[in-house]
């Protein structure tokens, strides 16, 4: 089927009958990221959610936003007329930005009035608003809410906008082996549909295919496939659409995460990797986590889903400032701003060198011990950490130039991001999607 202009190609099943979410194909070849689980795997999509420890601020200033890798489908927001960056450019007309997420394959970011805009691949709805301009998918665009935004988040095909108010709208679709889910039961979201307003929501995450909602007063909501155990709420013969009565509406509809045995739990933050949740709570800093562990990338010694919330002790010790993960592997940000690494070794993705093993417990980037880090990010095998001096650092498959290194080659320790369009400036945080990196920056300091 031909791939229309600013439309991804939806890929079929693979050899093992594992369907894939929407990808534009890598530029170069790559074996396979699919181990023996029988699980839906993107090899090239996947979403990462930009943190931060609550209560849900703006950055200390707006700034300016800059993107680098594929933009096949819009999601670098630097017009039709270019396919890719290989360093950092300069996205125009975007200024004042206090809150940026790159989807799979489009990007969502904040004013600093509040307003929301995105723009990239608008398959299943996931920028919120109508593309049928042509062109249109190419530029950063406001959608309609009803009020101001404080926090976004966005998914393979889903996005989401947690509003002043407490309210999250979200738009688009999640996805499962079966192919679309729909947001609701009701199907695809072209628009921001009012998700959540029963408890005041302080902090969201979007995973590939999963969203999850912080209350105010600790608990944890997710909806979403909960195939590999995301959503921490479905038990594993009731994962999937057609293993439960119940029916595609329990999955989609946002209910109350609760751990077994039955624990009064209360928790200030969490964060979202492709297939895995990961939740502090908040009296001693214990990480609960659930979801996918194939490579260990949950800190759990088996390499089971987890489809409950379970501790995991090898987080135990520090205190945790942010989690993010990409499909295998998982970056950690402790309250020193060092940055520590778990889950798959290959292209790089952990920082730990050519020869490195996969990390079963949260290890210490060595080229990064001497720097205080204030953002991580992770794309599908990718990593980034930014430092306090607004410095940022990639590592990982080099592959869609998503690195910014200037070349597609894998980089397997940490390497410093250069450019003309950072000279003078500093890198405030970094996030990730399938084939594109974006950054929020300001001037910098002298």
């Known amino acids: 089927m031909p791939v229309r202009k600013g439309t991804a190609k939806r890929r079929g099943t693979s050899g093992n009958s594992v369907p894939l979410p929407a990808i534009v194909p890598p530029k170069k070849s790559r074996k396979s990221e699919n181990n023996t689980s029988s699980i839906r795997l993107s090899t090239s999509r996947v979403s990462t959610t930009r943190v931060s420890i609550l209560p849900v601020q703006p950055t200390t200033a707006p700034g300016v936003v800059l993107a680098f890798g594929q933009g096949d489908v819009g999601q670098l927001g630097l017009g039709s007329d270019v396919m890719e960056r290989s360093r950092p450019a300069l996205i125009p007309n975007l200024d004042n930005v206090t809150d940026v997420c790159a989807g799979g394959m ?93 408890n005041k929501v302080t902090k969201i995450a979007s995973g590939i295919d999963h ?59 969490v964060w979202a990797a492709g297939y895995s949740t990961y939740a502090r709570e908040k009296n001693q800093g214990h990480i609960y986590v659930f979801g996918l562990n194939n490579y260990n990338q949950l800190g759990l010694p088996d390499q089971n889903s987890q489809y409950q919330p379970r501790l995991s002790e090898s987080f135990s010790g520090r205190r945790w400032s942010k989690i993010c993960g990409g499909q295998h592997h ?75 290194s200037g070349d597609d080659a894998d980089l397997y320790e940490p390497a410093l991001v250069q450019g003309k369009q950072l000279e003078g400036r500093s890198v405030l945080r970094a996030t990730a999607g399938g084939q594109h990196t974006v950054v929020i920056a300001i001037p910098a300091r002298l």
Request: proline share 4%; aromatic share 6%; hydrophobic share 35%.
């Open 106 to 198: 489009h990007t969502i970011c904040i004013s600093s009035s509040g307003a929301v805009l995105t723009f990239g691949c608008n398959d299943d709805g996931a920028l919120g608003r109508d593309t049928s301009e042509e062109g249109s998918e190419f530029k950063p665009i406001p959608v309609v809410l009803p009020d101001k935004a404080v926090q976004v988040s966005a998914g393979d095909s889903h996005s989401a906008a947690l509003l002043e108010d407490g309210r999250v709208f979200a738009w688009g679709s999640f996805r499962d082996i079966h192919g679309t889910m729909g947001l609701t039961k009701d199907g695809i979201q072209n628009k921001p549909l009012e998700l959540f307003s029963r």
């Open 211 to 269: 969203l999850v909602m912080l209350t105010e007063d600790g608990q944890l909501f997710t909806c979403g496939c909960g195939e590999q155990g995301q959503l921490g709420r479905v038990p594993e013969r009731g994962a999937g659409r057609g293993d439960s009565r119940r029916g595609i509406g329990y999955l989609l509809e946002p209910a109350l995460v609760k751990l077994h045995p039955r624990v009064k739990v209360e928790f200030d933050d």
């Open 330 to 404: 998982t970056l950690a940000l402790d309250s020193e701003g060092t940055v520590h690494v778990l889950g798959r070794k290959e292209y790089g993705r952990l920082g730990l060198g050519k020869d490195c093993e996969d990390a079963k417990v949260p290890t210490v980037v060595p080229l990064l011990k001497n720097f205080k880090c204030v953002d991580v990010a992770c794309g599908t095998a990718v990593s980034f950490a930014v430092t306090n001096k607004g410095e940022l650092y990639s590592w990982g498959m080099g592959t869609n130039c998503q690195l910014g």
